[in-house]
């Protein structure tokens, strides 16, 4: 039976291909759902909805005049994803390979991928590991930095929060101090 670690949202049918599979192209409703035009709906507005926050991160952090390094960075995750439910189907040419959605569908596609296409000694994916990694990494040191390095400490009496605004001029921390 269905449970939480064995429920899918299954890719669509292979015979359907790469062709976009609305509801309206079914002849009913349970035909749709067997075949697996869930799959498409769900994966498709997923990749628009993390596209298009990105944009919005972007945008925050251009009207609050900050860099825009979040958005950046969230970049990576969704380069990710549009690669395992988008273009890894297309190159393959069906949906029918891209990752189910579910617990044990996603630990299936990642062995077969293995299997298939040994990932793990490919020298692309051991850079975007230490990447990943490194960029984990020197986000912990660079907040740590900051955070022992303050000018100085405030007083019971005044928030930790006090002057503090976006865009300040004066600089917050020393690295000289560290």
């Known amino acids: 039976g269905n449970n939480i670690i ?4 299954i890719p669509t049918f292979a015979a ?3 062709h976009f599979y609305p509801i ?3 002849a009913s409703v349970d035909e ?3 075949n697996g035009g869930p799959y498409e709906l769900i994966v498709l507005h997923f990749l628009l909805g993390v596209a298009c926050y990105m944009g919005r991160e972007w945008e925050l952090s251009f009207r609050l005049g900050m860099r825009p390094w979040i958005a950046v960075a969230y970049s990576a995750p969704v380069a990710a994803a549009a690669a395992v439910f988008l273009i890894y189907p297309i190159g393959q040419g069906s949906f029918s390979d891209g990752m189910p959605l579910g617990i044990s569908g996603t630990f299936n596609f990642m ?3 293995q299997a298939e296409h040994n990932i793990l000694m490919h020298p ?3 850079l975007g590991v230490a990447g990943v990694f490194g960029g984990s990494l020197f986000s912990a040191m660079h907040g740590s930095l900051v955070t022992s390095s ?3 400490k405030t007083t019971e009496n005044e928030s930790a929060n006090a002057g503090y605004k976006f865009g300040q001029e004066e600089e917050t921390y020393n690295i000289v101090a560290a």
């Open 16 to 18: 359907i291909g790469l």
């Open 111 to 113: 062995i077969v991928f």
């Open 24 to 26: 309206w192209e079914a």
């Open 6 to 9: 064995s429920g899918a949202i």
């Open 124 to 126: 692309f994916h051991m």
């Open 150 to 152: 303050f000018i100085r």
């Open 32 to 34: 749709w759902l067997y």
